[in-house]
């Protein structure tokens, strides 16, 4: 499974981006996804998740109500629209596949991308 970010960029804190996670597997529509980031200097945080088909999201309590993850499971695409952004939202944000369905069983993977710049500046 390879996976690509991109949409990232600089913004001014109260705007919004809307990041992408492009997959390369097949079988996307099985896969637990999660997006995480790393600010500056600071270590990997969690920001969000969503199940297989899309039905359960979660959210970090510093991005509620102002992030939403999406994806797009024809088009093998995981989306974070950011809005109200934050300078302390600024961070390499990561797409991560942590768990495949086979069948209805939950198995651990680790696929990451490379990794997205946000920089939120005025």
């Known amino acids: 499974v390879q996976l690509v970010e991109s949409g990232g960029g600089l913004v001014q804190p109260g705007g919004s981006l809307r990041l992408s996670c492009a997959a390369s597997?097949?079988?996307?529509?099985?896969?637990?996804m999660s997006w995480l980031r790393q600010p500056p200097g600071k270590g990997l945080e969690w920001v969000s998740d969503?199940?297989?088909?899309?039905?359960?999201?979660h959210y970090a309590d510093s991005v509620k109500g102002r992030f939403t993850i999406s994806r797009d499971n024809a088009n093998n695409t995981m989306y974070l629209q950011m809005n109200s952004l934050k300078p302390e939202d600024t961070a390499v944000y990561y797409c991560?596949?942590?768990?495949?369905?086979?069948?209805?069983?939950?198995?651990?993977?680790?696929?990451w991308g490379p990794g997205t710049q946000v920089t939120v500046t005025s």
């Open positions: 991560n596949a942590g768990v495949i369905l086979i069948g209805t069983d939950p198995y651990e993977v680790d696929y």
């Open positions: 597997a097949f079988s996307f529509s099985s896969y637990y």
């Open positions: 969503i199940n297989n088909d899309g039905s359960s999201t």
